[in-house]
């Protein structure tokens, strides 16, 4: 049976799409599993043993359809659930299943503060969509494999090769990341030494957090590729981050891992860390949070109460343990 697995976008969406992908390959006798998405996030497939080939969406539609078609599948599952991928179904004409994306629903909860959404991970609303093909959840996390053959020494100084908390400072929207001086003062309660990571976007941060703290703190945001990033991450002996892709992969790892929420909710887009022995998801209960549900560039009221009223002790106690 030759089938492919759709999902165009974002980063945390297509991570948590590999334990579909996992399920199909192992599940299904003799079965050829394909995944298409966006040439941007084709890293995230790199390597992975349960792919056979990698499609990646082309600028115009119809030259993706042509790709689709030639390839003669059998089955679509289809984890996007958009126009494109209608569009995809419609003109191929190949059988397919649809994830349930439930767009009212998060609507409704996010514009009047409701809880219409259940709490049930993304994994498993995926994972209906494939049900239809006789597979189940296996219960395991979602996978990742880095490219590269990375060594600590390489990456990091000798004060932090021993054992590190990997804190990944980086996200997209303002309103998912914890203000700088918060940071500093988390960080003066943790007792191993502490690697940040994220992009160029945060490196300035990163240098101002370790000014203020000193060699307990080595600044890899914006000097180590994801790559290399995903590998430090594998390394930690624990990890606090933000709703962003680098802590999603995390769960890839047996890390124990800090997830803190600020504007969001991981309950809202299902989110919350998957399969992950050890965790603590931080956040705190207000009534204008979420505010939305990807992030915004500032906080509409001002006071940024869902970063600033998290419980330093709380994570620090977490990670010291």
Not at 83 to 101: E, F, H, V
Not at 125 to 132: F, I, K, P
Not at 272 to 299: D, H, T
Request: hydrophobic share 40%; with cysteine.
């Amino acid at each position: 049976m030759k089938i492919l697995v759709i999902r165009f976008s974002s980063m945390g969406d297509i991570i948590y799409t590999t334990p579909i992908v996992r399920c199909l390959k192992k599940q299904i006798p003799g079965a050829e599993v394909h995944f298409i998405t966006k040439p941007a996030f084709k890293y995230i497939y790199d390597n992975n043993p349960y792919v056979d080939k990698l499609l990646l969406l082309k600028p115009n539609l119809s030259d993706t359809i042509a790709d689709i078609k030639a390839e003669g599948y059998d089955h679509i599952v289809d984890l996007h659930n958009n126009l494109r991928t209608a569009t995809i179904k419609l003109r191929t004409g190949i059988k397919s299943s649809t994830y349930k994306k439930q767009t009212i629903r998060k609507w409704l909860s996010l514009t009047f503060n409701l809880k219409l959404v259940p709490p049930v991970h993304l994994v498993d609303r995926y994972m209906l969509a494939a049900s239809v093909l006789g597979v189940v959840n296996d219960n395991q996390p979602i996978d990742y494999y880095t490219r590269g053959d990375h060594q600590l020494d390489k990456l990091l100084p000798a004060s932090h090769q021993n054992g590190y908390v990997a804190f990944v400072i980086g996200a997209t929207h303002f309103t998912k990341r914890m203000p700088n001086e918060k940071i500093i003062n988390l960080c003066r309660q943790i007792n191993l030494p502490i690697v940040l990571l994220g992009g160029n976007d945060v490196k300035g941060n990163g240098e101002m957090i370790k000014q203020a703290l000193g060699n307990n703190i080595y600044n890899a945001c914006g000097v180590t590729s994801l790559d290399e990033s995903v590998f430090l991450v594998s390394r930690a002996t624990k990890l606090i981050g933000f709703d962003t892709g680098l802590t999603h992969i995390a769960e890839a790892f047996k890390v124990p891992i800090v997830s803190v929420w600020g504007g969001t909710v991981p309950e809202l887009l299902g989110v919350q860390p998957y399969k992950v022995n050890e965790v603590l998801v931080a956040g705190v209960e207000l009534p204008c949070r979420p505010c939305s549900k990807f992030g915004l560039p500032a906080c509409p009221l001002g006071h940024f109460k869902c970063m600033y009223d998290i419980a330093n002790n709380e994570i620090a106690d977490f990670i010291n343990a």
